[in-house]
């Protein structure tokens, strides 16, 4: 159920399911105040697994074939998931908004399409919901990514620090944010804003796990844990990585890295004459690739802020702390748990859209004119 609004604070719960297509994230946060001075506080989080959902969701969004019916019941189905996480993370309190995300089961702008029916989730909660967050940016010439710089210069800019903020999600993308304090001069902070996706991520690393060991992911980066550096197997990885870096674009679900893969690995992930290190070797290669070109994409900065459920993996994050030339924070640190960063974002987003503040920046998202007013509105 909505309350009254607030004109100080307002409880709103975020919801994101990224390209990894692994979980959906919900995080209940206060905001405070209005506009980019508002003060975020996270009350609780959820994390829901996909499950068998989450397989159908993968095979859609490599565009296999499914009929109407079938893609309206997974639709319905995946809008219960959200319904029901965001009735638990809400509990007892009473929730002003719902963002929601949606799965990106297609984007290759002009095109988008984040996945919901966000009138389940409005009925079932009586609480406003908006989402297609993308769908303006990209409609006006954008390409709707990165969408979180926003809620990023919100949550982590400094007034002394030049800080970059990486997600290591299902893609590794960054934020860059000139110092900046509280009540800062807003305008000017955000044209120095630089972001950008540069290279899959997760992707890469949880196709490996199942080329390599049979496991759907590297669970907190264990097997890559007990490999070594392979030169060879690096630079290959590397020249994958540098080609969609130096795309300048949103990478999306056209992005398919699985040639890239089989040339890198070869015969290993097939051949059972391949010993267990050399697997380990490969998947310890492409993490110390991942991080290589994504600190060469976001040069020289006075502190890094790593984000995403890649922060788990030790291995990816030890190469990011050994190849780093200044601080690095998880972004935990900062009081924003690594893997519902993005979660957090959307209640920000969501926050700023019901305010009418564009929410992306014409910069980052390639539009030859200022940013519109995001978001459609569902209403109980």
């Not at 506080?41 to 829901?48: A, F, H, P, Q």
Request: glycine share 8%.
């Amino acid at each position: 159920m909505a309350r009254k609004p607030d004109t100080t604070t307002r409880l709103v719960a975020g919801c994101m399911t990224g390209t990894s297509i692994d979980a959906l994230d919900v995080a209940l946060v206060e905001l405070t105040g209005r506009g980019l001075d508002v003060r975020v506080r996270l009350v609780r989080t959820l994390s829901r697994p996909r499950g068998t959902m989450g397989e159908a969701l993968r095979r859609f969004a490599r565009q296999e074939a499914l009929s109407a019916g079938a893609i309206a019941a997974l639709n319905h189905e995946f809008s219960d998931l959200h319904a029901d996480a965001v009735e638990e993370v809400i509990g007892a309190d009473v929730a002003d908004l719902v963002a929601v995300h949606g799965q990106t089961v297609y984007h290759a702008p002009p095109l988008t399409w984040q996945l919901l029916e966000p009138a389940v989730v409005a009925r079932r909660l009586c609480v406003p919901v908006v989402s297609n967050l993308r769908a303006a940016d990209v409609a006006a010439g954008g390409q709707g990514a990165p969408i979180t710089p926003m809620a990023d210069y919100i949550m982590f800019r400094d007034a002394k620090e030049r800080r970059a903020v990486l997600n290591l999600g299902g893609f590794c993308n960054y934020t860059t944010l000139p110092p900046a304090g509280v009540r800062a001069d807003h305008f000017k902070a955000l044209d120095g804003i630089e972001a950008g996706d540069i290279c899959a991520c997760n992707h890469v690393l949880d196709g490996l796990s199942r080329l390599l060991f049979n496991l759907p992911f590297d669970e907190g980066g264990s097997q890559a844990l007990q490999g070594h550096l392979d030169e060879a197997c690096f630079t290959r990885f590397v020249d994958v990585f540098e080609h969609q870096r130096d795309l300048r674009r949103s990478l999306g679900t056209e992005d398919d890295l699985a040639q890239g893969l089989a040339r890198v690995t070869q015969a290993a992930g097939r051949d059972a004459a391949v010993s267990t290190d050399q697997r380990a070797n490969i998947l310890r290669s492409a993490c110390a690739a991942v991080a290589a070109v994504a600190l060469d994409r976001v040069g020289a900065v006075d502190r890094l802020i790593l984000a995403g459920g890649g922060v788990l993996n030790k291995a990816l994050l030890g190469e990011f702390q050994k190849r780093a030339t200044c601080p690095v924070n998880r972004s935990d640190d900062l009081g924003v748990p690594a893997p519902y960063r993005e979660a957090i974002a959307m209640a920000v987003l969501g926050a700023l859209c019901e305010e009418r503040i564009p929410i992306t920046l014409p910069q980052v998202t390639k539009l030859s004119g200022p940013a519109p007013v995001a978001g459609s509105w569902t209403y109980p």
